[in-house]
């Protein structure tokens, strides 16, 4: 089964800046889509993005776009989410998640992925 494991989370400021990191157990490039997702309390999850196996597609939800950029480095097996312009109500705890998709031209942050990481808290506040 595959591992994830997020990092990269903290405290930041309104207006800050932070990346997060999922950090897979083998090789992903090529086989599977790798999506973020974000829970506050209190709320449903909540999917932000995704990157495509292949890596040549990705995909925003609304909240997010513009502010937040997704990218994927195969060489370490690693999906980052770049996030800036941070505002108190991205305050959540982060998952990313992989869905099986071969060669896929393309993602969705809508279909049930299968593996996922344990969370990163990220808290935006003065």
């Known amino acids: 089964q595959l591992q994830l494991v997020e990092s990269g989370g903290g405290l930041v400021q309104p207006g800050g800046s932070l990346r997060l990191a999922c950090a897979a157990s083998?090789?992903?490039?090529?086989?599977?889509?790798i999506g973020w997702f974000r829970q506050a309390p209190g709320k449903e999850r909540e999917g932000i993005s995704c990157?495509?196996?292949?890596?040549?597609?990705?995909r925003y939800a609304d909240s997010v776009k513009g502010r937040f950029s997704i990218s994927r480095d195969n060489a370490k097996n690693t999906v980052y989410l770049q996030m800036n312009s941070l505002k108190p109500e991205d305050t959540a705890v982060y998952y990313c998640?992989?869905?099986?998709?071969?060669?896929?031209?393309?993602?969705?942050?809508?279909?049930?992925?299968?593996?996922w990481g344990q969370g990163t808290q990220v808290t935006v506040s003065p």
């Open positions: 990157i495509s196996s292949r890596g040549d597609y990705a």
């Open positions: 998640a992989a869905d099986w998709a071969p060669n896929a031209p393309l993602c969705v942050i809508t279909r049930p992925y299968l593996d």
């Open positions: 083998e090789f992903i490039s090529d086989y599977y889509n």
